[in-house]
């Protein structure tokens, strides 16, 4: 079992910077992917980023891509994700969540992950 919490999420306006970070339970976050995704009101939840075990691998969606970074300390059993240039359309709940599968690349697909965590609201003014 895997508790997760996330935190850093609030109001900014268009333009700004937020980082969200996720803190993880347990003695084996090193072995898991890590993922964030986010979910707008009336919207589907759907992808943001993920990072590969050892950090060395991420991937983005294209609505994020080159805006946001994610990253983790394997020390510390945290994952965090740096937005800048943040927009309007990107308000949204924002969860983290772990894929203990094992598989080698970390997974754009909800479904690749088995725990989440209850996430963070964040909100961007236009």
């Known amino acids: 079992q895997v508790q997760l919490v996330e935190s850093g999420g609030g109001l900014v306006q268009a333009g700004g910077s937020l980082r969200l970070s996720c803190a993880a339970s347990?003695?084996?976050?090193?072995?898991?992917?890590m993922g964030w995704f986010r979910q707008a009101p009336g919207k589907e939840r759907e992808f943001v980023a993920a990072?590969?075990?050892?950090?060395?691998?991420?991937r983005y969606s294209d609505s994020v891509k080159g805006r946001f970074t994610i990253s983790r300390d394997n020390a510390k059993n945290t994952v965090s994700l740096q937005m800048s240039s943040l927009k309007p359309e990107d308000t949204a709940v924002y969860y983290c969540?772990?894929?203990?599968?094992?598989?080698?690349?970390?997974?754009?697909?909800?479904?690749?992950?088995?725990?989440w965590g209850p996430g963070t609201q964040v909100t961007v003014s236009s």
């Open positions: 990072i590969s075990r050892g950090g060395s691998l991420t």
């Open positions: 347990g003695r084996t976050f090193s072995s898991y992917n």
């Open positions: 969540a772990v894929d203990s599968s094992g598989r080698y690349g970390p997974s754009r697909g909800s479904m690749g992950y088995d725990y």
